[in-house]
């Protein structure tokens, strides 16, 4: 298989929809029980929240590269996606993690 | 770019980035969308920084399952989500069989999208409404600040629980209104009862405190765009507008769906020999389906 083939048959889809189950089954479950250990602060945020955030990616990526058949996209296609967003969306965080805290001086 | 082998590169027929045009402007479309959200996300976490005291606690404003009594955080977004996530599935299942120019497994996946899509948006109606009729009720300040009852314990009280007493009162106020002097004049009577702000360190006012806050203090009960008995007033709002502005992507995608799937039915696909629109119509419901892991990450879980 190329990379530019997508794969065949069904199999595949249904294996990414288990994991996309048991990513979200464990983020629920943390969102309920919440563990003390993880409420640790770390980089002005909880173990929890990164933990969080992590998944979620995850589970955005595997959305992106596989149901949305971005994988198998030429490169090309693929970067005139993939730049502006993963450029633009850290830098408008960034902006915000570095400068949000001037609200506090009004 | 793909050449057409039997003329130029000018003569037409080429498909830049090996993509149908349609494809691809549902792609730039689709990067416009996300940078869209991702603005609405980041101004949410913006103002819940600065109001954090104030700023409720997600797993404490949804908390309810249809059919089951009692506090179940998470548990309705959680099946949201599994609806979505399913949908998706099938989704990329039509889009599959569409590959395969199989017409009858196509319209059957496109059928179970649409479903799913409709389970969605009637899910999040009954969590708006929920929303906006209330469940604990809350006290507004005259510093406009809202809070919550607590016993000495801690626990949160609802209004039916602080006027009608802990036996006969309900855990959520339901369909009860209540005055601001009956509830204010409880408060008062009952030595037990405090007031707590509804962040996430729950903080509880001493009894003195109490009684000095609730000079000029009124009940509110559910929520909308000018009151919010849950806490913070842009909580309210956020929420209306982030998932008001998904959920319109959802029925937006149902509609484009039910286009799609009667097409199918009539066979235009079929004399077309290509199922490229349910390739186009299910980048379009990946998508609202990828925004709502985002949704349910910033809004309910962290």
Known sequence: MS???????????????????AITTVEVVLGIIKPEILLTSLAGTSILNLIFIGLTLVKAAYI?????????????????????VLILIPYLTFILIFEGQAIFEF | MTKNKTSGTWSGGNEPMNSEYGKMMMWFFLISDALTFSGFLTAYAFVRFRFD?????AEDVFTHFPGLEGDQPLLYVAFMTFVLIMSSVTMV??????????????????????????????????????FIIGDKGGIELSSREVMKVANGDGDVLSLSQVV?????????????MFSDEEVLKSIRANNNLVLQSPGKEHISFTREATIKALDGAHVIQGANMHHNEYGKQQFANFFFFITGFHGFHVFSGVVLNVMVFYNVMLGTYDRRKTYGMVEKVGLYWHFVDLVWVFVFTFFYLV
């Open chain 2, 53 to 57: 005291i104030q700023w409720p606690v």
């Open chain 1, 64 to 84: 992106v590269q596989y149901f949305m058949h971005l994988k198998y996209e030429v490169n090309s296609l693929k970067y005139a996606i993939y730049l502006p």
């Open chain 1, 3 to 21: 990379d530019h083939e997508s794969p065949q048959g069904t199999a595949w889809i249904w294996k990414i929809f288990w994991l996309l189950l």
């Open chain 2, 164 to 176: 009608q007493g802990m036996e006969k009162g309900h855990s959520a106020n339901h369909e009860l």
């Open chain 2, 93 to 130: 299942l039509a889009v599959n069989a569409g590959h395969q120019l199989k017409k009858n497994v196509t319209a059957w996946w496109m059928v179970a999208t649409i479903i799913g899509g409709v389970i969605f948006v009637s899910s999040q109606a009954w969590e708006w409404y929920h």
